[in-house]
């Protein structure tokens, strides 16, 4: 799966060096950052000569090849965006990931600046790119119909999406692991939490590589692919425990990057064509992309498969069967998640500490938030219980989310939405949220029904998809942890109750002294 490049400047993770070293000091880490420089810089040059060859070789035989092929006309794409239709996700998923990309982890690649750090004696004449040829480009003739055509395109992108991702994985060892390992910029223990399990991925990937290459026949199709898929499949099991690493990895990196070496390294990286701009976490982030990307990939290839065809019965189960890894790779990262960031968590008070925030398997989302004050808060949404917090980092530059007054139960909940353009009346808004246009905009409100400690909270959103993302999670994990609780409440009555009395416990829930009550047992 490709990686979208952008041109959106990047925030600088480090300041300068202080000014009151002594002449002495400061000689010998210039000394030791040059050397190093000078390092990183051959074994980059080496790498980029390597793409400038491979390139060049390319485009030789671009040139070399026939012009006047005889092929039967077909429509072709650059890639399958013509060929795969969106596919419809459970709103859930939709949320998380939405909330993921424009709240949560902001990972997107952005350029470093372009100064370089000494002059090169050598420039990457060519920036390494990816192949967009397609399954109709490697055949020179063929009778297929153009149902048949498009699921050899479709099968041709799986094959073409596990060598990209070979490469990848393989050039991440090779210009990233063991060059910061061998010049010391981190240990070996930092290097491993970082990296995970990802150099065991690769011969993974090898393996279904070299099975799908055997299906192809001497015309360069590939007939029954169900029965391949359905016995490799499950080797995919090793992406829980590289996912679930993921979150730790990347906060880990983030802190990293914060030393004068590490961000130079990575920067050289960046600057050189092998990275295609990319960032190291685009990079450890592919395996991911690629594990949600393979129920599309046998959609397609199954809404092109013909009546009758050997895959006709295994593709069904092939699907069923992916579609059950990326379910519960999705569910243990994201009790991963929740663990790491309860972890983080510093509470200024006894009181803040919730069984609800302990109890929590997960969380709907967590992202930045505004208060009535114009504040910057970090908010997060757990199973059971909405948290604010206030970033920050203990002596080891370690984030972590200092708890912000006082959590709130979801199933106590109560989320009043802000119209945009509504007026600011009272001082609760005024200044803070309207910036002197006097207007409110991509506000809300959530108060507690039934604790006195927790006061009305009313946050602005960045902008209004944001917003809504929000409100759609707090409606629902208010939802979900209501029925939770009347569920509870149902299986602690006497089993001799009478059912015509089961009623009152519904009622109970209306009842916000009952309600905190049962929830603080």
């Known amino acids: 799966m490709e990686v979208e490049e952008t041109s959106e400047p990047r925030t600088s993770w480090f300041s300068g060096s202080g000014e009151t070293h002594s002449i002495c000091d400061h000689a010998g880490k210039k000394r030791k950052q040059d050397s190093t420089t000078e390092a990183v810089a051959r074994i980059l040059e080496d790498e980029n000569e390597e793409a400038d060859g491979e390139m060049m070789s390319d485009l030789v035989n671009d040139s070399e090849e026939p012009s006047n092929k005889r092929v039967k006309p077909v429509v072709k794409s650059n890639s399958l965006t013509g060929v795969i239709t969106p596919v419809k996700t459970p709103a859930l998923k939709r949320i998380s990931q939405s909330i993921s990309r424009s709240i949560s982890f902001r990972t997107e690649a952005r350029p470093l600046p372009s100064t370089p750090l000494r002059a090169r004696t050598k420039a990457s004449s060519f920036p390494r790119r990816r192949s967009s040829q397609c399954w109709s480009d490697t055949v020179e003739s063929h009778d297929l119909t153009a149902k048949e055509i498009k699921r050899q395109e479709v099968i041709y992108e799986l094959t073409q999406g596990e060598r990209q991702l070979i490469d990848d994985l393989s050039l991440v060892k090779k210009v990233y692991y063991e060059p910061m390992l061998k010049l010391d910029i981190m240990t070996e223990s930092e290097l491993g939490q970082i990296f995970g399990t990802l150099d065991s991925l690769i011969p993974l990937h090898q393996d279904l590589l070299s099975r799908l290459e055997r299906l192809r026949g001497s015309e360069k199709t590939v007939g029954e692919v169900g029965t391949t898929l359905m016995d490799w499949f499950p080797c995919l099991d090793a992406y829980v425990t590289y996912c679930c690493n993921q979150v730790g990895a990347k906060a880990l990196l983030d802190q990293k990057k914060q030393e004068k070496r590490v961000e130079q390294f990575l920067r050289l990286c960046q600057e050189s064509s092998f990275s295609r701009k990319l960032d190291l976490w685009n990079f450890l982030d592919l395996p991911r992309s690629r594990l949600v990307k393979y ?227």
């Open 295 to 521: 129920p599309l990939l046998l959609r397609e290839i199954q809404k092109c498969t013909p009546p009758e065809h050997p895959d006709e019965d295994t593709l069904p189960e092939a699907l069923e069967l992916i579609q059950s890894i990326v379910a519960e790779v999705n569910k243990k990262t994201g009790e991963a998640e929740c663990q790491f960031y309860r972890r983080g968590l510093v509470y200024l008070e006894e009181s803040q500490r919730l069984p609800e925030i302990q109890q929590s398997r997960f969380l709907y989302c967590h992202g930045e938030l505004k208060n009535n004050k114009g504040q910057r808060l970090h908010v997060f949404l757990f199973e059971l219980a909405l948290v604010l917090t206030r970033p920050g980092e203990d002596r080891e530059g370690a984030q972590v989310f200092q708890v912000y007054r006082q959590p709130l139960p979801n199933a106590l909940i109560n989320l009043e939405e802000i119209p945009d353009g509504e007026a600011a009346g009272g001082g609760s808004f005024r200044g803070a949220f309207t910036g002197g246009n006097d207007k409110v905009k991509n506000c809300f409100r959530v108060s507690s029904r039934g604790r006195s400690k927790a006061h009305p909270y009313s946050l602005q959103a960045n902008d209004s998809f944001s917003k809504q993302q929000w409100i759609t999670c707090l409606r629902q994990a208010i939802v979900q942890s209501r029925d939770r609780t009347s569920h509870t409440s149902q299986s602690q009555l006497p089993p001799q109750a009478d059912p015509d009395l089961y009623h009152i416990a519904e009622l109970s829930l209306s009842s916000d002294t009952e309600m905190a009550d049962h929830t603080s047992r």
